[in-house]
């Protein structure tokens, strides 16, 4: 098994029905032949007539029964798993194949039907069957025939293919956005690369240093093997960075929610089942001061932070602009948010620092200095100054400069400290209207 940093379009290629997939799933019977007989209605009978109709296919026939399942189907998925296993299947009979195309144009499948799949000893029939279910509806029914003796050997074999299928998704560079889309990403983001304070940066990384590291701890004390950070401080001081720099440094498997009215508790509830599958799985929360009372109950938000199963591990990361909002049983609740990490706005030094990250050369020692005691009398979050550097390249662009002079960068700066002030006004503004605001139970 392995897999190395797949992208959508190559997961779609090992999903596509291609010629030579095609011809592989050719029927070994005809299947007019087969049909006398067939039960169109119960399961039961259904389960029963496979049995009898092709259990002469297996070597071992002797003491045959039907289990039910539904973890295996016949798509590019299982067929690449197959090859890559050397594991045999023989289409015995086929009903119908139904097909949908992908974004990248390529054909996914799955196919209905009868099939041999062995591997060494281990032998069974894969049956996917359409039937009249329940008000008479069509449905396909997934069970196997197999020898009782094989059995253990089929669940192993399973097994196998869940975990080949949670590698392969986990290779896959995409963050899950449950409630909306997903969204690829890239190993480009270094904690040498992040724009914060050296102690917490360092406070952070160990943080999850030690969640990964401590797993057999957690497991052998029978504890939850899961941790709660939040991140707090205003808007656009690094919390989203920070995010970012630990899913690019570590082999989680992402996953957040769609903000805003989008989110209720079941999409909630979603996004934490589908991190605790992934072990170790992330998942992160935005807003979390915005989210709590407003789109998720926050009893049922506390209910799942204290429900992590204790077989799987799962980092939960929120992050809040005001923690203020947020009471003691949110944020102060042992086995909830472990630990809390503020953001500070960046002082001189830092400011500094992520000015000459965009400006570089184009300014002297004396101009940064300027503008660094600029940006601190405005209280400029990164946020602002990455916008700083953006302005300016506007305003250089309008000049038909390749690059931006002083002048424009000036310029920048009071359309940006302007701005400021008024989104700080209007801030301020709706807090005395609205009057205080306690999240929390």
């Known amino acids: 098994m392995e897999f190395k940093d797949l992208s959508q379009k190559e997961i779609d290629d090992q999903e596509n029905l291609t010629k030579e997939r095609f011809k592989r799933l ?3 019977y005809e299947w007019e032949s087969q049909q006398s007989g067939r039960p169109k209605e119960h399961l039961v009978d259904l389960m029963n007539w496979s049995k009898e109709t092709f259990k002469h296919n297996l070597k071992q026939n002797k003491n045959v029964s039907c289990y039910i399942h539904n973890k295996i189907v016949i798509d590019g998925s299982f067929l690449q798993f197959c090859d890559e296993q050397s594991i045999t299947v023989e289409v015995l009979i086929k009903e119908s194949v139904a097909s949908w195309n992908s974004d990248n144009d390529n054909e996914h499948f799955l196919v209905q039907g009868v099939f041999k799949i ?11 069957l359409f039937h009249k279910g329940n008000q008479n509806e069509d449905e396909i029914a997934f ?29 896959h560079l995409q963050i899950q956005v449950i409630g909306g889309e997903g969204f690829s990403y890239s190993r480009n983001s ?15 990384k160990g943080a999850v240093d030690s969640f990964i590291s401590a797993e057999n701890i957690y497991k052998q004390s029978n504890i939850a093997w899961k941790r709660g950070m939040l991140f707090y401080g205003e808007p656009g001081v690094g919390k989203s960075s920070a ?9 989680f498997k992402p996953v957040t929610v769609q903000s805003g009215a989008d989110t209720n508790d079941s999409v909630l509830t979603e996004a934490f089942a589908y991190a605790q599958e992934q072990s170790p799985g992330l998942l992160y929360i935005e807003d979390l001061d915005t989210l709590l009372g407003n789109y998720v109950s926050i009893s049922h938000f506390l209910n799942l932070m204290d429900g992590v199963s204790a077989n799987n591990g799962i980092l939960i990361i929120a992050t809040a ?5 947020l009471k003691e049983s949110v944020t102060s609740r042992p086995s909830r948010f472990d630990r809390k990490f503020y953001f500070p706005r960046p002082n001189h030094d830092m400011t500094r620092k992520y000015l000459e990250k965009w400006f ?4 002297n ?22 916008e700083l550097y953006l302005t300016s390249v506007f305003n250089a662009i309008a000049e038909d400069r390749e690059k931006p002079i002083l002048k424009d960068i000036l310029s920048a700066m009071d359309q940006i400290s302007s701005d400021k002030q008024t989104a700080d006004n209007n801030f301020d503004n709706n807090d005395d209207n609205n009057g205080s605001r306690t999240i929390g139970v």
């Open 321 to 325: 602009n005001d923690i203020s909002i």
């Open 118 to 128: 062995k591997k060494g000893n281990l032998e069974f029939l894969h049956c996917a």
């Open 365 to 386: 020692k004396k101009d940064y200095t300027n503008l660094v005691n600029i940006s601190i009398e405005n209280n400029l979050t990164y946020a602002y100054l990455k």
């Open 243 to 251: 995010i970012r720099t630990i899913i690019s440094n570590y082999d």
């Open 360 to 363: 570089g050369k184009s300014l």
């Open 143 to 171: 069970f196997i025939v197999a020898d009782n003796s094989v059995f253990y050997d089929y669940v192993q074999l399973r097994n196998q293919y869940d975990k080949w299928l949670v590698e392969r998704d986990r290779e």
């Open 26 to 28: 050719i029927p070994k």
């Open 190 to 204: 270094s904690w040498d690369d992040l724009f914060l304070p050296d102690d917490l940066k360092k406070s952070i």
